[in-house]
């Protein structure tokens, strides 16, 4: 399975991409903002891992260029969630959405 990744942890990319790969998941793993509205335009994706915070960090940004709509139909998991997390802009939630409260990080993620 290909999934997409957008967590600005630069010094854990590659244990990012590891532990999604023990999963069987193929992760494009995203540490920035231009590299992930990069990814939303090109990679083929099924799922959607985001830390609430790095995606904080850019949300004008993705809010601005419509990320939220390149979403739609995408089951998204957000980890690292404050609890007021406002809901990505422009999209419509699905069930299997998942939301993951602070403290947690992407291993957390992949173990529900």
């Known amino acids: 399975m290909k999934v997409l990744v957008l967590d600005d942890t630069k010094k854990q990319k590659d244990n990012i991409k ?3 790969w023990k999963k069987k998941m193929d992760a494009d793993v995203c540490v ?3 590299e992930f ?3 939303l335009g090109a990679a083929k994706f099924e799922t ?3 830390n609430a915070e790095t995606w904080s960090k850019g949300r004008a940004i993705y809010d601005y260029f419509g990320a939220g709509s390149r ?3 995408k089951p998204v998991v957000i980890y690292n ?3 007021k997390f406002a809901p990505i802009n ?3 939630p699905v069930e299997q959405d998942r939301t993951i409260r602070q403290p947690s990080n992407f291993e957390t ?3 529900g």
Do not use: K, W
């Open 90 to 92: 422009n999209r419509t």
């Open 48 to 50: 959607v891992y985001i």
């Open 109 to 111: 993620a992949l173990e």
């Open 18 to 20: 590891e532990a999604f």
């Open 37 to 39: 509205m990069d990814a």
């Open 32 to 34: 920035s903002s231009n």
């Open 81 to 83: 969630a404050a609890e």
């Open 71 to 73: 979403l739609e139909g």
